[in-house]
């Protein structure tokens, strides 16, 4: 099985790469456009600022790349805000993959949201073998509001979309590869995915 990193200019992608080692994977990883539609499995990570990221993509032609991938593939934390229609960061245009908005916590909680929390109201095969109310590690100031795609679901000021899932894209804002069991437990089944 070939799985895929897509490289650009949003940090985190070794930290994803060595949780795939650790799975017995090879990751590739590049921002060559054949060699990421051809991938069983493609992985778009992120930590960073949304608008500088989605202008990287649309330069290196990733955007048009991304939309049109039919294998699975699966966001992390920034990369699920840039599959998402639009974020209040800086005002971005983004995949539109998801029909959600993303915004930013207001003044009632501390920002960004740094640790553990919990996920619940899992309904996808990415998350058998985990138990609901599990804990997973989240680094974000921005979230996505819930939606019918919604696949996990957090707690933190005010409920957001921990998770989202249509059709072959799903997109975790919490961080996997940080996630200790449980987060290689949500690998595992992405991974296994057809």
């Known amino acids: 099985m070939k799985t895929v990193i897509i490289k650009y200019n949003a940090g985190n992608i070794r930290s994803v790469a060595f949780a795939l080692e650790r799975l017995g994977q090879e990751p590739l990883i590049t921002d060559d456009a054949n060699a990421i539609r051809k991938a069983d499995k493609v992985i778009f990570p992120g930590v960073g600022e949304a608008s500088s990221a989605m202008q990287f993509l649309r330069e290196k032609q990733l955007d048009s790349v991304i939309k049109t991938l039919e294998q699975p593939v699966l966001g992390i934390c920034l990369g699920l805000q840039l599959m998402c229609s639009f974020s209040e960061e800086n005002n971005t245009e983004g995949l539109a993959l998801f029909p959600a908005k993303v915004k930013r916590f207001d003044g009632g909680v501390k920002i960004p949201h740094v640790g553990w929390n919990q996920i619940t109201s899992l309904h996808s095969p990415i998350f058998e073998g985990v138990k609901e109310g599990s804990y ?30 249509f059709n072959n894209f799903i997109a975790t804002q919490f961080h996997p590869e940080r996630s200790g069991q449980t987060g290689e437990q949500i690998l595992k089944n992405f991974l296994a995915l057809c």
């Open 136 to 165: 997973v590690y989240f680094v974000h100031s921005y979230f996505a509001e819930l939606s019918r795609h919604t696949i996990a679901r957090t707690e933190y000021g005010r409920p957001f979309s921990a998770a989202i899932r």
